[in-house]
Every structure is written in C-alpha cells, then in structure tokens.
C-alpha cells in the first residue's frame, strides 16, 4: 500500500459561497463530498481529510534565524491555493487516480494526486 | 528441439553480431526482469550487465541456441549478485528478497505478456506523452538515449533527463507494471496504438545513421500488436493497427535496394511479402465489416489500395484520396493533408497538388520538402525543384532516403 495526498485546488479569491457560484452549487458540492468521504471510508483507502480556510488566512513563519519571523499572508503569491485535501492509503496509482477522479466530480474541483516519500 | 550445431553456431560472431542479438531481445530481456525485481533500474543495469558477458563469451563460444534465455538468466543472476552485494540497503534489501519469493506472480489479466505490461506501464496516463514515447523506445526497443534524443530533435542529455524523470516517476507514484483491467483498457489505448505506430515509423525510417531499416523495431511493433489484439478482439483500431504494421513489413524488403529508398511506385511488386498482404487485406476487410472507422484502420485501408494494384499505374487513386478525406477527421494535422496531396498529385495533377502542399506550415519536416521537389520536378520546374531536394536532403536523417532524395536531384537538368 502506498500513500497519496489528493489535493483541491481552486481560486484564491473566495466569494461568500465558497468556490462556487451559487449557494445551490456549494450546498450540492458538499454533499456529494460527504458522500465521497463516506465512500472511502468504508473502502479502507481513508487516512485523513480536511478543507481549508481561505489563503488569507495563513501565516508564514521563519524560524531559520536567531527569532522567528512571522509574515502574514500565504508563502505564494498565487491565484490558485490549495482548498483541501484527503491522505489516502491505496495499493498503487491507479487507485489513487480513479479516487481522484470521483473526489473531483464530488468537490467540483482540480485534484493533484502526489505519492508520499515517507509518512511519520 | 535440434540437436546439433546449427551452421549459424559454427560461425563465431563478432561484436556487432552479438550487440545485435542483444537488441532484438532487449525487450524481452528487460521486461522479464522487471516482473522479477520491480525495478525498471536494478532490469537495465543487470541487462547491460549481460551484454558485457555476452560479449566476452559468445564470440568464444558462438551464440547460445535460447540467446534470449541465456541473456535473461544471466542478466538474472547478475541482478541478485548486486542485490547481495548492496543487500545492507534497505529497499534494495526488499528488492533482493523478492528473488527468493516463489509465489507465482498476481494474474495480469487474459494475456500474460511482460512486454505487454511495461508497455502499459510506459504508456501510463500520468506520464508526458513524450515520456511514453521515449521511455518504451529505449525499455522494449532497446534504443539508445542517444538514438531516442536524435529522433526527437533533442540534445541527448535532455531526452537523458527526461527518461529518468519518467522513471522516477513510475518508482515513486507507485505506477503499477500491468496490464490495465477491462474497463480501464480503451482509454489507455489510444496511447499505446499511437507508441507501437511511432516505434514501428522508426524501424521502417530509422532515423539514425546506422541502418537505414530496423527490423528488429518493426518486428517488436508487430509482435506487441498481435498481442494486444489477443487481448482486445473486438477493438477495430488494434485490428487496423496490426493490417497497417503487416502491409508496410511486407514491403520491407522491396524498400531499400542498394542502400537507397525505393519509393512505392518503382518498388517490385514480386518481392512483397504475399503472407503477409493477405493478413493485413484479411484485418481490414475485417475492419470495414464493422463500421467503426478510426486512424489507423484508415490507414491501414490506404494501405491496401495501395497495395491491392498488381501495378502503380494501377492504384486506384481517387479511393486514396477518399480515404484520406476520411483521415483528416480523424486527424486533421498537416502532416495528414501532405500525404492527401501526393494522392490529389495523382489524381488532379502536380499543378493542383502543389498549390496544396505550398500552403502547409511544414518547412521543418522533410517529406515536406520531398514531396515539393516532387512535384516542382513533374511541371518542370528544375531550378526549384533542385532547391527543394537540397533542402529534404538537409533536412533527412535517414542513409537510404538521403540516397534517394541525391539520386533524383542528380537527374534534374
């Protein structure tokens, strides 16, 4: 078995329905990412989910120097951040592809599928 | 089996025979150890490994009756000597442990093939189209990064890196080394039809300076065609793939005479392979009973117009032409609309063809110029003509064309 971290990406700029255009979409979206996440639970591929809060809400720290540094705003300045993500545990890649393929259709969202090097 | 020595065992080969040899079963040789060790790696080393050793040995011995098998055990053997060896190295501790696991392998699916399945790995969706292109050139034909970068027009540590980027890739996404379950197969196939044509191209036009036709290329084409049609019975663009690869191999031999290219027109027809044409005319008969056309059953039905004719006065071109109009919806390149008009030169004249192939944007592509010095030679046109054959000749990596292409500038006045 091998891990994968399948992450969201959508725009960076939010507006008060999320990534989508309408309450209707969002609503609908996180239902079927409900359903999703319940799929894989009971599949054994589950290791960890989450969404995130908007980009503008993260803080960059450098704890390189003498003091740490902190700087807020995210590490990118991008138009496209990650939203969320799901750690799965599957036994290859394509495995790892078709979940992602059904967590994009859920989400209504772009999943890049990345393998683990090494999980703690 | 035989008993005895063949007259081919008693003469003793030198090194380009033996390099020969190892290329023809390279494929074999490297796809076998991947299913055994997991690693495209730890496969090519121990299969160079085993070039080495055939080179000291068999132009002492002569070549082993199984020289495939004989370079597989041995590559085998050399793999778990370095496995041993680096045994204190964690993954490759694991790599070598799997040498003593016996337990048969997973079922692949209907067709038990490891170059069926490293082709599938190499043709792995997540991979760059290039990528898959490259990486099956060089892990079952055996070409070399060199040869691979040449025929991409890439400097060689470019198409170097990128080879080891897509294996990289396989060993750290966890690309699985199988055939892909039913439903995942047509999809993936247009990917791997697309590889066999392109290896197959290169076997028929080397690019190389070496020899101008590698039969070895074309024969793995075929060979991995028949398989996936074994697989895939009822999928009319492998059958057409296959008629395509089986009616251009029974020209092989007529191609190239005295080192230059014969074009189709002047090729003696008495030395096309009759066995061969009859299968391929068989596959798209096929072809043409189902009604589900595509590229390459296209293709494959130019094909057998062509070769259909008992002479080139013969063809019957405005089938040709017809066939590709239907090419162009499926493939509306340039490229396709170039051969469109060497057909349209037959049937409407060079005047007509002409104007076709001035408005293509292919000046980097050889045919290109080949077909307009072609065509400028057929209205007369000497002076241009002759700049256009400079040109293809320039622009042509391949010994036999270049030949070719110098022959008929020579007889321009």
């Known amino acids: 078995m091998a891990h994968y971290l399948l992450s969201v990406h959508g725009p960076a700029e939010r507006t008060e329905f999320g990534d989508y255009g309408s309450r209707e979409a969002m609503e609908e979206a996180f239902a079927a990412t409900g359903a999703f996440n319940e799929e894989l639970k009971s599949s054994g591929y589950w290791v960890f989910a989450g969404g995130l809060e908007p980009a503008a809400t993260a803080t960059v720290v450098d704890g390189r120097g003498d003091a740490p540094v902190m700087t807020d705003g995210p590490y990118l300045e991008t138009k496209e951040v990650i939203g969320g993500f799901w750690v799965v545990d599957v036994p290859d890649l394509d495995v790892a592809l078709a979940l992602a393929a059904a967590g994009s259709k859920a989400c209504r969202g772009k999943v890049e599928v990345r393998p683990f090097d090494g999980l703690a | ?413």
């Open chain 2, 1 to 413: 089996m035989e008993s005895g020595l063949t007259p081919s065992q008693l003469e003793l080969p030198g090194a380009a025979a033996v390099e020969r040899v190892f290329r023809e079963e390279y494929g074999r040789v490297v796809a076998s150890l991947v299913r055994r060790f997991g690693d495209i790696d730890v496969a090519e080393e121990a299969a160079g490994e085993a070039l080495v050793a055939a080179l000291e040995k068999w132009p002492v011995t002569g070549v082993p009756p199984n020289p495939g098998g004989w370079l597989t055990t041995t590559a085998g053997n050399r793999a778990i000597d370095r496995l041993r060896r680096e045994g204190q190295r964690d993954a490759k501790h694991q790599a070598a442990l799997m040498v003593y696991d016996d337990t048969p392998h997973e079922p692949t699916g209907p067709v038990e093939d490891d170059r069926l399945r490293l082709l599938f790995t190499c043709c792995h969706p997540a991979l760059a189209v290039e990528a898959r292109i490259a990486l099956t050139l060089r892990l079952l034909g055996g070409l070399t990064v060199a040869e691979i970068a040449e025929a991409f027009l890439v400097p060689e540590t470019t198409m170097g890196q990128r080879i080891a980027r897509a294996k990289k890739k396989i060993a750290a996404a966890h690309v699985p080394y199988r055939v892909p379950e039913a439903a995942d197969l047509p999809e993936r196939l247009g990917g791997v039809l697309t590889v066999l044509f392109l290896i197959a191209n290169e076997g028929y036009l080397a690019s190389g300076e070496g020899s101008p036709v590698r039969a070895e290329l074309t024969d793995e084409a075929i060979r991995l065609a028949r398989q996936l049609r074994r697989l895939l019975p009822q999928e009319p663009e492998v059958a057409g793939l296959l008629a395509l690869l089986l009616l251009l191999e029974a020209r092989r031999e007529a191609r190239v005479r005295d080192g230059q290219l014969v074009p189709l027109g002047e090729q003696d027809r008495a030395g096309w392979d009759r066995t061969l044409l009859a299968e391929g005319h068989a596959l798209v008969r096929e072809c043409l009973a189902t009604g589900r056309p595509g590229r390459f059953q296209v293709l494959a039905a130019v094909n057998a117009v062509h070769t259909d004719a008992p002479s080139a006065q013969d063809t019957d071109w405005s089938q040709v032409v017809a066939l590709y109009d239907l090419l162009v919806r499926f493939d509306p390149s340039p490229v396709v609309a170039l051969n469109r008009a060497v057909a349209v030169a037959e049937l409407d004249g060079p005047e007509v063809a002409l104007a076709l192939v001035e408005r293509l944007p292919l000046e980097g592509y050889h045919p290109w110029h080949a077909t307009r010095a072609e065509l400028l030679r057929r209205l007369g046109r000497s002076a241009e003509a002759k700049q256009a054959y400079d040109a293809a000749i320039a622009a042509s990596a391949n010994s036999a064309e270049r030949a070719y292409l110098s022959r008929r500038r020579g007889e321009l006045v």
